[in-house]
Structure formats: structure tokens, C-alpha cells
């Protein structure tokens, strides 16, 4: 079984970039979830898809905007990059029988210059 | 406004005794925490789970504790072993999306 997989693992980005992260959920998961991770903090909730619509949203602006697609792969993608938005972004995915419980990929480390 | 507080950013234990975390929060609607633990260069991998009608859930050497009238959880390791050193994160969720919402973490060593 695999679990949860997300690329790149590392990106440097400039100030007012625009940037693409990738997930691939565990296998038999429908749901993903994205979360932002600061350095020394916990993970902060983004959003959430399930059967391709955004179902739950954190405090986050509409420059963060995502996908799901047919597979239950995701995509977080964000507009004019602002410093602070260097983190490490999580994606995490549960399945049908258990969401509350969600299972959580490596992660990808985002730098912004 | 934290919903979730772990108020002890670090916790040096003895390998072969009990590492005890806590962690506090304040949503009342909150109806199931969990507990992550997570190296660096990783992602949090997922320890054990409580739902808010329960007070007590065991897993092997993990043990999670929920007090719903003092808004209160805590993890126990025993025995707690150096493999055991990381970052442990308590979440909580509610609500039809079950986002989770975690606390800062609190950093285990387990000395040899």
C-alpha cells in the first residue's frame, strides 16, 4: 500500500511568483487535506476536497486555490507568493471508513526570496 | 486564539520510564483528538486516536487520556525508548470536513 506522496520535496520561489504543489493520496483515501506549517509552529489547516470540490476552508486568502482530480490527486496552488509563505506544506488524505483520521505525506519545503 | 495549547515546548524523559505530554484546548464542539509525532525532514505520522466519548484509548506502549470537563488530553509512553525522541503534536477536529486543528508541539528526548 502506498501512502501519501507529494512533490517537489524542495522549491525556492521569488516574491510575487506563482507556485504549484502535487499530492498523491493513500491508496483508497477520496479525501485531501492541505495544511501550512511555520517553523516552530503547528500545521495550519488550508482546505479541504472530496470528490473534487473544495469542502472546508481554512483562514487563508484566495491566492491559495486548489484541485482534486478523478484519481483523488491534488493540487495547491498559490499566487503571488509573499514571504511569510515560506513553510512546509502538508497534504494529508483519509478514507471513506475513517475520516477522522487523516495520514500525512513528507511534505514539501517551500522558500520565497 | 489558540483552540489548541501544548503549553510544554520540550520534555526530557530517562529511556525505560514514562514520558507523559499534554495538551489543552478550549472548543467545546472539538469531538475527536489525536496525536502525531513527527521527525524532521518528515511528515507527522499518526500515534493514536480518541473520540470525545471515550476517556481512555490504549495502543500498545501509547496510552491517550481525554478529561472533557477540564478540556484536557495527555499522552503516555511506556516505556519510552531513544526512538521515541520527536516532535509530538495533539490535533483536534470536528465538524463535517474534520479539519484538524494542532497544537505547537512539544519536543520529546528520551536520554539513554
Known amino acids: 500500500e502506498t501512502g501519501v506522496t507529494q512533490s517537489p520535496t524542495h522549491l525556492i520561489k521569488t516574491r510575487g511568483q506563482q507556485v504549484t504543489l502535487r499530492c498523491s493520496s493513500q491508496?483508497?483515501?477520496?479525501?485531501v487535506s492541505w495544511y501550512q506549517q511555520a517553523l516552530g509552529q503547528g500545521p495550519q489547516f488550508i482546505f479541504q476536497?472530496?470528490?473534487?470540490?473544495?469542502?472546508g476552508r481554512g483562514n487563508f486568502p484566495p491566492r491559495f486555490s486548489g484541485l482534486q482530480f478523478p484519481n483523488y490527486s491534488s493540487e495547491l496552488n498559490v499566487n503571488a507568493l509573499e514571504l511569510d509563505d515560506s513553510a512546509l506544506y502538508l497534504c494529508?488524505?483519509?478514507?471513506?471508513?475513517?475520516?477522522?483520521?487523516?495520514?500525512f505525506g513528507p511534505g514539501t519545503r517551500l522558500l520565497v526570496l | 486564539d489558540q483552540q489548541v495549547k501544548q503549553n510544554s515546548p520540550s520534555l526530557s524523559v530517562q529511556e525505560g520510564r514514562i514520558s507523559i505530554l499534554n495538551c489543552d484546548y478550549t472548543?467545546?464542539?472539538?469531538?475527536?483528538f489525536l496525536w502525531y509525532k513527527k521527525y524532521p525532514a518528515e511528515g507527522p505520522t499518526f500515534l493514536i486516536s480518541?473520540?470525545?466519548?471515550?476517556d481512555k484509548n490504549e495502543d500498545g506502549r501509547f496510552t491517550v487520556f481525554l478529561n472533557k470537563s477540564a478540556k484536557h488530553l495527555s499522552l503516555h509512553i511506556v516505556p519510552s525508548q531513544p526512538g521515541d525522541s520527536a516532535v509530538y503534536f495533539c490535533a483536534a477536529s470536528e465538524g463535517s470536513a474534520r479539519q484538524l486543528t494542532f497544537g505547537s508541539g512539544t519536543q520529546l528526548t528520551v536520554l539513554p
Open positions: 491508496s483508497g483515501h477520496n479525501t
Open positions: 472548543n467545546s464542539m472539538f469531538d475527536y
Open positions: 494529508a488524505s483519509s478514507s471513506p471508513r475513517s475520516q477522522e483520521t487523516q495520514y
Open positions: 476536497y472530496y470528490r473534487e470540490e473544495e469542502n
Open positions: 480518541i473520540s470525545s466519548i471515550k
